[in-house]
C-alpha cells in the first residue's frame, strides 16, 4: 500500500511538472538569445484559452493543440516586436502582456462562454493504451499521454539544438556577445526573434497541457506557473535539462500540497507550499547561476 502511494505521487508530479517543463524551456530558449521573457505566464493562459476555443468549435482536440502553439506564437511575437525591433524595455513589455491576457481571456470567455469563470468541457486528447504497462501506474501514466512523450522528447530535442546545432550556438553568441556575432555575420535580431517565438510555441503547448488536462478554461488557470518556470530556468541554469529537472521538484512541491489537503494541516500552510520552495531553492541557487552576459540587454549596433 505505501508503495501504491509513493507511485501516485510520482505520477501526479510528472503530470503537474509538464507545463512548468514547457514554458521553463521556452524561457531558456528566449533568454539564451538575450530576451528577458516573463510574459511565459501570459503565453501560458493564450495557450489554453486558443486551446479550449479551437477545440470547442471543431471538436477535435488536435487542432486544439495546434492552435495553442499558434496562440503562444502570436502573444510572443507581440514580445518580439517591442523587445527586439522597438528595444523597449523586456520586462514591462512581459509584466504588460501578462496583464492583457489575464483581462482578455476574462472578456472573450464572458462573450464566448457567458461565463466569466470557466468554459464548457473540451474533449481531451486520447491517451495510449500500453498493456504491458498496466501494471506499473507511474510508466503508465507518462508513456500513455502524447502530449507527456511530447515533453520528453522536447527536453532532450532542445538540449540537442542548444548545445550540438549551429542554430544553437548562434543564439546563445547573441546573448553572450551580439557585437561578436554580428561581426561574423549572424543576424542578431532575426536570431533573438527564433529564441522568442520558440519560446511562445513551447508555452503555448504547456498552456494545451493545462486545457486538456482540466477539459476547460477556468479563468487565471495559469495560476503564477509561468513566474515558477522561470525560478525553474533559473536554478537550471539555463539548461534544458536543468530545467526540467528543477520542474519536477516544483512538481513535487505542488503535488505535496495536494496531498496534504484534507489532513489536519492549516490551509493557508498547504497553499503558501509551492511558492516557499520557489523562494527557498531561488536562495539557494540564483548566487551561482550566471546568466546570458547580454541577457536583457537591447542589441543597440543597428542603429549605428
Not at 468549435?57 to 522597438?86: D, E, K, R
Not at 504491458?132 to 508513456?143: A, H, N, Q
Not at 554580428?182 to 513551447?202: E, F, I, K, M, Q
Not at 541554469?237 to 489537503?261: D, T, Y
Request: aromatic fraction near 8%.
Amino acid at each position: 500500500m505505501d508503495w501504491m502511494i509513493v507511485l501516485a505521487f510520482i505520477s501526479q508530479m510528472v503530470r503537474i511538472s509538464v507545463p512548468y517543463t514547457l514554458a521553463a524551456i521556452g524561457g531558456t530558449f528566449s533568454e539564451r538569445g538575450g530576451v528577458v521573457n516573463i510574459a511565459l505566464e501570459g503565453i501560458l493562459l493564450n495557450g489554453a484559452f486558443t486551446c479550449v476555443l479551437a477545440t470547442h468549435y471543431t471538436g477535435n482536440p488536435w487542432v486544439g493543440v495546434l492552435a495553442a502553439v499558434a496562440g503562444g506564437v502570436a502573444t510572443a511575437s507581440v514580445h518580439a516586436v517591442v523587445s527586439i525591433t522597438f528595444k523597449a524595455e523586456q520586462i514591462v513589455s512581459g509584466l504588460a502582456i501578462n496583464l492583457l491576457a489575464m483581462g482578455a481571456t476574462r472578456f472573450f470567455l464572458r462573450i464566448i462562454f457567458g461565463s466569466s469563470s470557466n468554459s464548457e468541457r473540451i474533449a481531451g486528447l486520447p491517451e495510449w493504451d500500453v498493456p504491458v504497462l498496466g501494471d506499473i501506474p507511474v510508466l503508465s501514466t507518462i508513456f500513455s499521454s502524447p502530449l507527456i512523450l511530447a515533453t520528453i522528447v522536447i527536453i532532450f530535442a532542445s538540449q540537442f539544438v542548444l548545445f550540438k546545432t549551429s542554430f544553437g550556438l548562434r543564439l546563445r553568441s547573441v546573448g553572450e556577445h551580439p557585437e561578436a556575432a554580428d561581426s561574423l555575420g549572424v543576424n542578431v535580431s532575426r536570431v533573438r526573434y527564433a529564441g522568442v517565438l520558440l519560446s511562445g510555441a513551447l508555452a503555448g503547448l504547456g498552456g494545451a497541457w493545462l486545457a486538456m488536462d482540466q477539459h476547460s478554461f477556468t479563468d487565471g488557470m495559469s495560476s503564477g506557473r509561468g513566474y515558477i518556470a522561470l525560478a525553474a530556468m533559473i536554478v537550471g541554469k539555463w539548461n534544458p535539462l536543468g530545467a526540467a529537472g528543477a520542474c519536477l521538484m516544483f512538481g513535487a512541491a505542488e503535488s505535496l500540497q495536494m496531498q496534504l489537503q484534507g489532513q489536519d494541516v492549516p490551509t493557508q500552510f498547504i497553499q503558501m507550499i509551492p511558492y516557499v520552495a520557489t523562494v527557498v531553492v531561488l536562495a539557494g541557487f540564483i548566487g551561482r547561476s550566471i546568466p546570458p552576459a547580454a541577457d536583457g540587454v537591447p542589441y543597440e549596433k543597428e542603429r549605428q
